[in-house]
Structures are given as structure tokens and as C-alpha cells.
């Protein structure tokens, strides 16, 4: 279908009460088999005749249409789905409203078919049995009758509409605003109030009929000079129309040849402003009787957008305009706020609509031409040019880093465009650096891997942060390498800690998302080292800044970060804050004992370096266990370095531990016996005393000597336990009905199998090996018995044990483990 009459564009209000463009197509009508009745059908133009559907809707014989404009018709399918059809022409719009009034039984002239919203049967028949509603003559007299009928009207749909379409049919908007003027000119305070409420009540009925006479070139100014005169006000009256007519000045910064769209801009801008500042605020009841208003004013911004685009003489002028050296600097400021304007227009559009836009401000030229703004010195035309830039990021961030790439190629690094954005955000005069935060979010959208695209043939995050990383990234950590030369902040105002800070929280995000580049220059520039100065900030939250800094490079747990820290002894700084904090309790003292915790549990490198360099400085804190916890984890860590017998023990015990299936390992089973000796120390393994002595053939003392002396300083520790062990320990081998958990060593030479309960001298760390006199023993068998039942919750019920009563469990069972000679 080619006839432009019926091509339409189909809309629906969504939940923000915005209208979302569903598509354009050609609308139709005829009876659909399925629904029973006539219909309205949108085809999609893009697919021809035969195009997929955009809409098939019934023309319910009870629903309400509304013609708005000579180019909308406007519906409710149910109760919160609004349906609108917005026509190229006003030929189409007047047939296709025509078949719907004839399937209604209504007659065309009327702009709505049917009642918005039901009543009570009793009000309906009482309002049916007048057949209108009689106004008062126009004139000075009745005025106050006039309000009173209209603010009676408004709480009643039925009323409200017969209200009218008695003030369109009688031409009542222009009597009112002749009466309006007399007022003026008589100074007549209580007829412009009276007409104040009535102008108000008008706007409430929300008819767009109404709102085409009162939004007309003769009618506008005096609707607003009736608003003025707001009786709340106690006679001083807003001077709105001052404002519209003296101060704020329509310029044509390119010239406009079209006067229906010069027409059209200067309604919207009145409108929008008889939205905003003159009408009061609506409460929630009145805010829904003014939705006409809002379409009005999306649909003017929609067709000034659309004029706009098509009339490639104008934007040809204005880009070439606002990239010529010749353009004084007044007439770029006007074109500068001319774009952002039209930008923000745009945020009306729906998306398909949108993207169309910035192609073609992208193909004008619009990312050069922000380059060239962006190197004035007007703050004010600065200002306007991040706005536009806000906008071209957050629609195609792709766009403008493919742009970026392509002009290094040209240029040098101090004039590259993502440069002049970081020089801006750096040098922000603003005390609460408010541009400064919000070219911060642009460049991390800019870097942020995750919107960044992948082809077959380019990987757009390798391209763009190498070539971030060479051109940009010195001008963005200019400002920290300047102010850490020496131990302490060279400035420490709060201006510069604030734009620091910023710096701080775009690298700790590069440190997050960047790996691999973020970490070369990290630690080729030594920039982490740099940060730390910065715990010395009488700054709290810089201080905290550069904690959470390193934080994040420790999380990473990557080894080459590792190995920097500790070569250039990079906790020293966080030493130092943390003992010049004291014992305050604050975020400070909590964010370094987190990292110090980290540490212990995670990273068992760090832990070495940070006993062996600052346990001496660390040793006396004990309000939290989390520094002797290290040197505990450090002294375990030595212990199996120095017995590394000790670790094939545990790896035996790993090998043939008992288990109730044939499972593989769960996570909570690998955990276990991960676990330091500290752990294994607090599972119920309880050597029962013995007088007997293990039997040894001398041939094998030595060797048997090694094996053991893992074991006996395990035995030592449990015999040095504090009484409260040796409590929970007597608790649980005395329960009834339990086999308390032993730890045998029998050898197959021996002729008796002995228990211990502590390391006898003979397996002492430099004692002498004892052992029967005999044929040295051909194999020896070691038979363990300890408390590793297969529970789910062993790790949990483990470190209970280590500071109470430990918890009743099933018996364990004993396994047996064999050990060649």
C-alpha cells in the first residue's frame, strides 16, 4: 500500500507514562474472522502489502477513542495499555476516525466516541437525563458562577466532558480571554481570580481540542496572563509573560526557512514552560487529567526532531559553522546550546528513532566539531560541549572510541579528544569538582570492557585499552605521580584530595576489569608505591581510597603483584597508618585489619613477608587475633618447609581416609585436608597411656626417626594443651556408648602393639633410638584411629572444638595404612 494517507506510526504509553514507538506502517480496516469484527490493521512498511502486522485491534463498539491534533487517535485496550496512532496526514486520520464512529454509531464531528470512565448507574441516569450543559453568558457578571460550575464538573468524567464540549462548541476560550483583558484593564482582582480557576479547570478537562484553540499564536499569551493571578498569591501576580516576551529571547542561530517549524518551536517552548513553571504543581488526582498536556508536548518535540533531521541545508550549516575558525565566539556559544537542546530533544525519541539521529549527527561531523569546542576557554560552551558528549557516549560508546582511535593517527597526544576530556576533568574549577565526576563516569564507560564489541576480524577491548594505556593513561595519573614524590602528600587541600580520590576510584576499576595492561603499568611505573603515600592524608576518605587501591591488587591474588609488594616492601605505609590511627576505632583501623585477615586466610607469600618485616611492630595488638593468627599460619607454614615428612603423613591420611561411598572429594572435604596443622591439631585424635614401648631392629631406627619426628611434635603439642582442651577432650572420650578416637603405631617385628600418650625420649627430637634387640623388621604398619568421619559439616564443628566443649558425634571408625621400610 503507497498511499500516504494511511501511513501512521504506531505508539503505546508505557509505565513512565511515555510513548514508545512500536514501528510505521500503513493502517487499514475490515473485518477479522477471528475477532469477530471490524478491525484496525498496521502492516509494517518495511515488508510491503504483505508485511508483518503491527496492530490488529477490534473496534469495540464501547471503547473510547479520542482524535487529538487532526493527526492522532488515541485508545485504551485495557487498563493500563494506551494505544496511539499518529497519521503522516490529516486525510488519513479523518477516514480511518470516520470507520471507527461508524462502527460506534457515532457522528465524526466529535473528537471522542465514548465515556472515559463508569459511574454509579444512579449518577449516570441523572446526568443522561439532561441532554447538555447550559453556560452562563460570558460576561463579568457571571464569572464566579462560571468557576463554581467548572470546579463542580471536574470530580464527575461525564460532567467533565459535557463541560467540554459546551466550551468548544460555543467558541468559549476566546469570550473568556476577552473577558480576561477587560479584567486587566479595569484592574478587576476579583474577576482575573475567577478566571484564574476557570482557565485552571479547562486545562483539567484534558481535551486536546481545547488545548489546540488555548496553545494557538493569538490565544497562548493571554491563557498565561490568566495564570498570573493565582489568588494564593494575595495579589501579587507572576510576571510570566515578562519573562517570555523580554527575557527570553527565541534565537535563530542557523535560519530557519520553514515557518511551520519556526511555528512549532515557539508553541513547544510556551507549552513546556505553561507545564513546568506556571501551572502548580498537580497533586496525584489532577496529575492524571493532565496527560493530553504531556502528548502534546512529546508529539510537538518528536516532529521538531524529525524537521530538523530532514533539512540537511541547516545541519550542514551548523557543523560547518561550529568548526570555522572564523565563528566569533558568541555566535559558537549560541550554536553550542543550539546542539545540546537538540540532543535533549532526542531523548524523546524512541530507540530506533534515536539511533537514526546520532548516525546522522555522527556522519555531520558532531565528534570533531565537540574537539574543537572542547579547547575554547569558555567554561560555559565547555560545559555544553560534555553535555553533548554525555550523550554520544551513553548511545554508542563504540562509536566514539572507533573515533578516538582513528584521530591518534593524525594527531598528538595533547590535542586527542579522550585527552581534552581527562585535561577537563583534571583542571575542574568547581570546589565540589561537579564536572570533574561526571567526565570521571564517561571515561569509565569509555574503558568499561563490558560494552565493548568483538568481531571476527578486531577485538575491539585489545585495540582500544593498548591504545589507552600509550596515549592516555600518563595524562590521567599526572595529578597522583605529581603530589607523591615524598612521603607525604605534597598538596593536601581538599580540593586536590577530592579530584585525587576521583583518579584513585577510575584505576581501581581499571584494576578490576584491565588485568593484564593495568598491571604492566602498575608495576613498571611503580604506581601502587605512589598510591600508599597517600594513607598520610589527613583525608580520611583518600586515605581509604588508596586502601582499597591495594585491596583490590591483592584480591587478584596474581603472584607478579605478590612478588612487587614484597620486593619493594610496599606494606610499610599501611603499617605506619595503621599505628598512627592508634586504637580508634574507625574505618580506617577496620579496612587495614580486613586486608591484614585477607591475608592470613588467602595469601600465604604476603603472610611470610609481613611477619618476617613487621611482626614487631604488630605483636602487641590483641583486641583482634587476626596478627597472631598470622604468625601462627607463618610458624605452620616454616614447620612444614623444615619436616616435609610431615606433609607425606598428611598425605597419607588423605590417600586412605575412610569414606561412607565411593564419591569423588566435595569441596568441603578438599578443605579439610588443605588445612595447616593447626587444624589437624584441633580434630579429636586422643592417644590413650601405655606403659608398653614400641619395638625397633636397630637396623631401622634412623630411618623410622624421620618418620616420627612430625609425629612426636604433634604429640607434644596435644599434651601442652591449656586445661580447657584437656576438659573437652575428657568430655567427649568419656561419652557412653563411644570409642575414644586412639592414634596407634605397631610395627610387624615388634611383639606387642603399643599406645601412647605422649612421645616417649625415644622419639624426641634428638634423643637416642631405642628398640628390641633382633632381626630388624621387614615392614612396618601404622594403624590410625582419629576423629575424620565423612560429616558435611567437619570444618564448622572443628574450629568450635578449638574454644569449647566439643559437639557429640558418631563414633569414628579406624582405618589402617600401611608404610614400607
Given at each position: 500500500m503507497t498511499?500516504t494517507r494511511?501511513?501512521?506510526k504506531?505508539?503505546?504509553?508505557?509505565e513512565?507514562?511515555q510513548?514508545d514507538?512500536?514501528g510505521t506502517?500503513?493502517v487499514s480496516?475490515?473485518?477479522?474472522?477471528r475477532?469477530?469484527?471490524?478491525s484496525?490493521?498496521?502492516?509494517a512498511e518495511?515488508d510491503?502489502?504483505?508485511?508483518?502486522?503491527l496492530l490488529?485491534?477490534?473496534?469495540n463498539?464501547n471503547t473510547?477513542?479520542?482524535k487529538?491534533q487532526?493527526t492522532?487517535i488515541?485508545?485504551s485496550e485495557a487498563?493500563?495499555?494506551?494505544?496511539?496512532l499518529?497519521?503522516q496526514e490529516?486525510a488519513?486520520?479523518?477516514e480511518?476516525?470516520e470507520?471507527?464512529c461508524?462502527?460506534?454509531?457515532?457522528?465524526?464531528?466529535?473528537?471522542?466516541?465514548?465515556?472515559l470512565?463508569?459511574e454509579?448507574?444512579e449518577?449516570?441516569?441523572?446526568?443522561?437525563?439532561?441532554?447538555?450543559?447550559e453556560l452562563?453568558?460570558?460576561?463579568l457578571?457571571h464569572?464566579e458562577?462560571l468557576?463554581e460550575?467548572?470546579?463542580?464538573?471536574?470530580?464527575?468524567?461525564l460532567?467533565?466532558?459535557?463541560?467540554a464540549?459546551a466550551?468548544?462548541n460555543?467558541?468559549?476560550?476566546?469570550?473568556l480571554?476577552?473577558l480576561f483583558r477587560q479584567?486587566?484593564?479595569?484592574?478587576?482582582?476579583?474577576g482575573?481570580h475567577?478566571?484564574?480557576?476557570?482557565?485552571?479547570?479547562?486545562?483539567?478537562?484534558?481535551r486536546?481540542a481545547?488545548?489546540?484553540?488555548m496553545?494557538?499564536e493569538?490565544?497562548?499569551m493571554?491563557v498565561?496572563g490568566?495564570l498570573?493571578h493565582d489568588?494564593?498569591?494575595?495579589g501579587l501576580?507572576?510576571r510570566?509573560?515578562d519573562f517570555?516576551?523580554k527575557?527570553a529571547?527565541f534565537?535563530?542561530?542557523?535560519?530557519?526557512?520553514?515557518?511551520?517549524l519556526?511555528?512549532?518551536?515557539?508553541q513547544?517552548?510556551r507549552?513546556?514552560y505553561?507545564q513546568?513553571?506556571v501551572?502548580?504543581?498537580?497533586?496525584v488526582f489532577?496529575e492524571?487529567?493532565?496527560s493530553?498536556l504531556?502528548s502534546?508536548?512529546?508529539?510537538?518535540?518528536?516532529e521538531?526532531?524529525?524537521?530538523l533531521?530532514?533539512?540537511?541545508k541547516?545541519l550542514?550549516?551548523?557543523?560547518?559553522q561550529l568548526t570555522?575558525?572564523?565563528t566569533?565566539?558568541?555566535?559558537?556559544h549560541?550554536?553550542?546550546?543550539?546542539l545540546?537542546?537538540?540532543?535533549?530533544?532526542s531523548?524523546t525519541?524512541?530507540?530506533?528513532?534515536?539511533?537514526t539521529?546520532?548516525k546522522t549527527?555522527?556522519?555531520?561531523?558532531?565528534?570533531?566539531a565537540l574537539?574543537?569546542?572542547?579547547?575554547?576557554d569558555?567554561v560555559q560552551?565547555?560545559?555544553?560541549?560534555t553535555?553533548i558528549?554525555?550523550?554520544?557516549v551513553e548511545y554508542?560508546?563504540?562509536m566514539v572510541?572507533?573515533f578516538i582511535?582513528q584521530?591518534?593517527q593524525?594527531?598528538d597526544?595533547?590535542?586527542?579528544l579522550i585527552?581534552?576530556i581527562i585535561?577537563?576533568m583534571?583542571c575542574d574549577?568547581?570546589?565540589?569538582?561537579?564536572?570533574?565526576?561526571?567526565l570521571?563516569?564517561l571515561l569509565r564507560t569509555l574503558?568499561d570492557?563490558e560494552?565493548?564489541m568483538?568481531?571476527?576480524?578486531?577485538?575491539?577491548?585489545t585495540?582500544f585499552?593498548s591504545?589507552f594505556?600509550?596515549h592516555?593513561m600518563h595524562?590521567?595519573s599526572?595529578?597522583?605521580?605529581?603530589?607523591?614524590?615524598?612521603?607525604?602528600?605534597?598538596?593536601?587541600d581538599?580540593?586536590?584530595s577530592q579530584?585525587l580520590?576521583?583518579?584513585?576510584?577510575?584505576l581501581?576499576f581499571?584494576v578490576?576489569h584491565?588485568?593484564y595492561?593495568?598491571?604492566?603499568?602498575?608495576?613498571?611505573?611503580?604506581?601502587?608505591?605512589?598510591?600508599l603515600?597517600?594513607?598520610?592524608?589527613q583525608?580520611?576518605f583518600?586515605?581509604?581510597?588508596?586502601?582499597?587501591f591495594?585491596?583490590r591488587i591483592?584480591?587478584?591474588?596474581?603472584e607478579?603483584?605478590?612478588?612487587y609488594?614484597m620486593?619493594?616492601?610496599l606494606?610499610e605505609p599501611?603499617?605506619k597508618a595503621?599505628l598512627?590511627?592508634?586504637?580508634?576505632?574507625?574505618?580506617?583501623?577496620s579496612a587495614?585489619?580486613e586486608?591484614f585477615?585477607?591475608v592470613?586466610?588467602?595469601v600465604?607469600?604476603?603472610?611470610?613477608?609481613?611477619?618476617e618485616n613487621y611482626?614487631?611492630?604488630?605483636?602487641?595488638v590483641?583486641?583482634?587475633?587476626t596478627?597472631k593468627?598470622l604468625k601462627?599460619?607463618?610458624e605452620q607454614?616454616?614447620?612444614?618447609q623444615d619436616?616435609p615428612k610431615?606433609?607425606?603423613m598428611?598425605?597419607?591420611l588423605?590417600?586412605?581416609r575412610f569414606?561412607?561411598?565411593?564419591?569423588t572429594?566435595?569441596d568441603d572435604e578438599?578443605?579439610?585436608?588443605n588445612?595447616?596443622?593447626?587444624?589437624?591439631?584441633?580434630?579429636?585424635?586422643?592417644v590413650?597411656?601405655?606403659d608398653n614401648?614400641?619395638t625397633k631392629?636397630?637396623?631401622g631406627a634412623?630411618?623410622?626417626?624421620d618418620?616420627?619426628?612430625?609425629?612426636s611434635?604433634?604429640m607434644?603439642r596435644k599434651k601442652?594443651?591449656?586445661?580447657d582442651?584437656k576438659?573437652v577432650?575428657?568430655k567427649?572420650?568419656?561419652l557412653s556408648g563411644?570409642q575414644s578416637p586412639s592414634f596407634?603405631l605397631?610395627?610387624s617385628?615388634?611383639?606387642t602393639k603399643?599406645?601412647?600418650?605422649?612421645?616417649?625420649a625415644?622419639l624426641?627430637?634428638g634423643?637416642?633410638g631405642s628398640?628390641?634387640k633382633?632381626?630388624?623388621?621387614?615392614?612396618?604398619t601404622v594403624t590410625?584411629k582419629?576423629?575424620l568421619?565423612?560429616?558435611?559439616?567437619?570444618d564448622?564443628e572443628?574450629?568450635?572444638e578449638?574454644?569449647?566443649?566439643s559437639?557429640e558425634?558418631t563414633?569414628?571408625?579406624?582405618?589402617k595404612?600401611k608404610?614400607s621400610?
Amino acid at each position: 500500500m503507497t498511499d500516504t494517507r494511511r501511513r501512521v506510526k504506531v505508539y503505546t504509553l508505557n509505565e513512565d507514562r511515555q510513548w514508545d514507538d512500536r514501528g510505521t506502517g500503513h493502517v487499514s480496516s475490515g473485518y477479522v474472522e477471528r475477532l469477530k469484527g471490524m478491525s484496525l490493521l498496521v502492516r509494517a512498511e518495511s515488508d510491503g502489502e504483505s508485511g508483518s502486522l503491527l496492530l490488529e485491534s477490534k473496534i469495540n463498539p464501547n471503547t473510547a477513542y479520542q482524535k487529538q491534533q487532526d493527526t492522532l487517535i488515541v485508545w485504551s485496550e485495557a487498563e493500563n495499555y494506551d494505544l496511539a496512532l499518529s497519521f503522516q496526514e490529516k486525510a488519513g486520520c479523518d477516514e480511518i476516525w470516520e470507520k471507527i464512529c461508524q462502527v460506534q454509531g457515532k457522528d465524526p464531528s466529535v473528537d471522542i466516541t465514548q465515556e472515559l470512565v463508569d459511574e454509579s448507574e444512579e449518577e449516570r441516569f441523572d446526568d443522561m437525563s439532561s441532554p447538555g450543559l447550559e453556560l452562563p453568558p460570558c460576561e463579568l457578571g457571571h464569572l464566579e458562577e462560571l468557576a463554581e460550575l467548572v470546579a463542580s464538573s471536574l470530580p464527575s468524567p461525564l460532567r467533565r466532558e459535557k463541560l467540554a464540549l459546551a466550551v468548544e462548541n460555543e467558541g468559549y476560550i476566546r469570550k473568556l480571554l476577552e473577558l480576561f483583558r477587560q479584567c486587566e484593564d479595569l484592574e478587576n482582582a476579583d474577576g482575573l481570580h475567577h478566571l484564574y480557576e476557570i482557565v485552571k479547570g479547562i486545562f483539567l478537562l484534558n481535551r486536546t481540542a481545547l488545548f489546540e484553540v488555548m496553545f494557538s499564536e493569538e490565544c497562548i499569551m493571554d491563557v498565561i496572563g490568566c495564570l498570573e493571578h493565582d489568588p494564593a498569591l494575595d495579589g501579587l501576580p507572576r510576571r510570566h509573560r515578562d519573562f517570555l516576551t523580554k527575557t527570553a529571547r527565541f534565537k535563530e542561530v542557523i535560519p530557519i526557512g520553514d515557518p511551520e517549524l519556526r511555528a512549532k518551536i515557539h508553541q513547544t517552548y510556551r507549552v513546556q514552560y505553561i507545564q513546568d513553571m506556571v501551572l502548580p504543581t498537580p497533586s496525584v488526582f489532577e496529575e492524571n487529567m493532565l496527560s493530553t498536556l504531556h502528548s502534546f508536548i512529546f508529539f510537538n518535540k518528536v516532529e521538531i526532531v524529525g524537521m530538523l533531521q530532514d533539512d540537511e541545508k541547516f545541519l550542514t550549516d551548523l557543523f560547518a559553522q561550529l568548526t570555522d575558525e572564523a565563528t566569533d565566539d558568541d555566535k559558537r556559544h549560541e550554536l553550542v546550546n543550539f546542539l545540546k537542546e537538540f540532543c535533549a530533544f532526542s531523548q524523546t525519541l524512541q530507540p530506533q528513532n534515536r539511533d537514526t539521529f546520532f548516525k546522522t549527527l555522527s556522519n555531520m561531523g558532531i565528534l570533531p566539531a565537540l574537539e574543537v569546542i572542547l579547547g575554547m576557554d569558555d567554561v560555559q560552551v565547555r560545559g555544553a560541549a560534555t553535555d553533548i558528549f554525555s550523550y554520544l557516549v551513553e548511545y554508542n560508546p563504540s562509536m566514539v572510541r572507533e573515533f578516538i582511535m582513528q584521530e591518534s593517527q593524525q594527531n598528538d597526544d595533547d590535542i586527542l579528544l579522550i585527552n581534552l576530556i581527562i585535561e577537563h576533568m583534571i583542571c575542574d574549577s568547581d570546589p565540589e569538582l561537579g564536572g570533574a565526576v561526571q567526565l570521571m563516569g564517561l571515561l569509565r564507560t569509555l574503558v568499561d570492557p563490558e560494552n565493548m564489541m568483538a568481531t571476527a576480524n578486531k577485538t575491539e577491548k585489545t585495540e582500544f585499552l593498548s591504545f589507552f594505556y600509550k596515549h592516555c593513561m600518563h595524562v590521567l595519573s599526572a595529578p597522583l605521580l605529581a603530589n607523591t614524590t615524598d612521603d607525604k602528600p605534597s598538596r593536601d587541600d581538599f580540593q586536590t584530595s577530592q579530584l585525587l580520590a576521583l583518579i584513585l576510584e577510575l584505576l581501581t576499576f581499571c584494576v578490576e576489569h584491565h588485568t593484564y595492561h593495568i598491571k604492566n603499568y602498575i608495576i613498571n611505573k611503580d604506581i601502587l608505591r605512589r598510591v600508599l603515600v597517600l594513607t598520610a592524608s589527613q583525608h580520611a576518605f583518600l586515605a581509604l581510597c588508596a586502601l582499597r587501591f591495594m585491596r583490590r591488587i591483592i584480591g587478584l591474588k596474581d603472584e607478579f603483584y605478590n612478588r612487587y609488594i614484597m620486593k619493594n616492601f610496599l606494606f610499610e605505609p599501611v603499617v605506619k597508618a595503621f599505628l598512627n590511627n592508634g586504637a580508634r576505632y574507625n574505618l580506617m583501623n577496620s579496612a587495614i585489619i580486613e586486608m591484614f585477615e585477607y591475608v592470613r586466610v588467602d595469601v600465604k607469600s604476603l603472610t611470610a613477608h609481613i611477619v618476617e618485616n613487621y611482626w614487631k611492630s604488630l605483636e602487641d595488638v590483641d583486641y583482634v587475633q587476626t596478627f597472631k593468627g598470622l604468625k601462627l599460619r607463618y610458624e605452620q607454614q616454616r614447620e612444614r618447609q623444615d619436616n616435609p615428612k610431615l606433609d607425606s603423613m598428611r598425605s597419607i591420611l588423605r590417600n586412605h581416609r575412610f569414606r561412607r561411598d565411593a564419591r569423588t572429594l566435595d569441596d568441603d572435604e578438599e578443605m579439610w585436608f588443605n588445612a595447616d596443622e593447626e587444624e589437624l591439631e584441633d580434630c579429636e585424635a586422643v592417644v590413650p597411656p601405655s606403659d608398653n614401648k614400641i619395638t625397633k631392629a636397630s637396623g631401622g631406627a634412623g630411618e623410622n626417626e624421620d618418620l616420627m619426628d612430625p609425629i612426636s611434635k604433634f604429640m607434644e603439642r596435644k599434651k601442652l594443651k591449656d586445661s580447657d582442651d584437656k576438659e573437652v577432650l575428657g568430655k567427649s572420650s568419656s561419652l557412653s556408648g563411644r570409642q575414644s578416637p586412639s592414634f596407634k603405631l605397631s610395627f610387624s617385628g615388634s611383639t606387642t602393639k603399643t599406645s601412647l600418650s605422649s612421645p616417649p625420649a625415644s622419639l624426641r627430637p634428638g634423643s637416642p633410638g631405642s628398640g628390641a634387640k633382633g632381626s630388624p623388621p621387614t615392614a612396618a604398619t601404622v594403624t590410625t584411629k582419629v576423629g575424620l568421619v565423612d560429616y558435611p559439616d567437619d570444618d564448622e564443628e572443628d574450629e568450635e572444638e578449638v574454644g569449647g566443649e566439643s559437639k557429640e558425634e558418631t563414633p569414628p571408625l579406624s582405618k589402617k595404612s600401611k608404610l614400607s621400610s
